[in-house]
């Protein structure tokens, strides 16, 4: 596609469950990176995959918390025993290797009840 | 990263020319300074970066000062649709993948 696709766009789940977010990134897009976005605040680093290289994980807040990019495509991002502060919009990125242009998704809104 | 100073929040005349700054006084001189924005519930949008030179581009310019510790994103003629929060970042030299987000400037332009 055009651009980076993101699913599902929202995702209420009941707290304990896990949970799985995907992105698609923009094709030929080497790099990927996943934010989440708490209510009225900055965009908060998770992880960043960067083709064959070890993923950057250091954002992620917990162990619950884990990511996979299969085929240097598509991304998962799988929250597992989700509690409610785990609510926020989770972003997905991708860019060229030789930029930090990064062009986003429009996210996925995690409400966790 | 080098640490960026953003106003809260600014407000604008629909038309007019919107003048966003932003203050980095402990950029390295290898590190570019970069501007994205985000419309209301939806995903950033990158905007535009530069080094020392100035920059333009269909959206907006980019002036940095020459000792690099400040800059200002210009929109010349902002429309409502610009209303926006707009971020100002400075990634750390080497490590552009992690960009490190504020809460930048929260744009209201009016009609």
């Known amino acids: 596609g055009a651009g980076v696709s993101q699913s599902p766009s929202n995702k209420v789940t009941e707290k304990g469950k896990d949970v799985e977010l995907r992105c698609d990134p923009i094709s030929g897009h080497t790099a990927l990176y996943w934010y989440r976005q708490s209510l009225g605040q900055g965009l908060e680093f998770l992880i960043y995959?960067?083709?064959?290289?070890?993923?950057?994980k250091s954002g992620l807040p917990s162990d619950r918390f884990s990511a996979e990019r299969t085929g240097g495509s598509v991304s998962t991002l799988t929250i597992q025993r989700t509690q409610q502060e785990d609510s926020a919009v989770y972003l997905c990125?991708?860019?060229?290797?030789?930029?930090?242009?990064?062009?986003f998704g429009q996210g996925t809104r995690l409400t966790v009840v | 990263d080098a640490k960026t100073t953003q106003p809260t929040s600014m407000d604008c005349a629909e038309g007019r020319a919107a003048n966003l700054p932003c203050n980095h006084s402990?950029?390295?001189?290898?590190?570019?300074v970069y501007w994205y924005r985000q419309i209301h519930s939806q995903g950033p949008q990158y905007i535009i970066h530069g080094l020392k030179n100035n920059e333009t581009n269909e959206m907006a310019s980019l002036i940095i000062t020459e000792d690099r510790k400040s800059s200002t994103l210009i929109l010349p003629h902002a429309t409502l649709r610009d209303t926006a929060v707009y971020y100002c970042?400075?990634?750390?030299?080497?490590?552009?993948?992690?960009?490190?987000w504020g809460l930048g400037t929260s744009l209201a332009v009016n009609p």
């Open positions: 402990t950029i390295s001189g290898n590190e570019y």
């Open positions: 990125a991708s860019s060229l290797a030789v930029s930090a242009e990064a062009f």
């Open positions: 995959f960067q083709g064959n290289s070890a993923p950057d």
């Open positions: 970042i400075v990634p750390r030299a080497g490590n552009n993948r992690k960009l490190i």
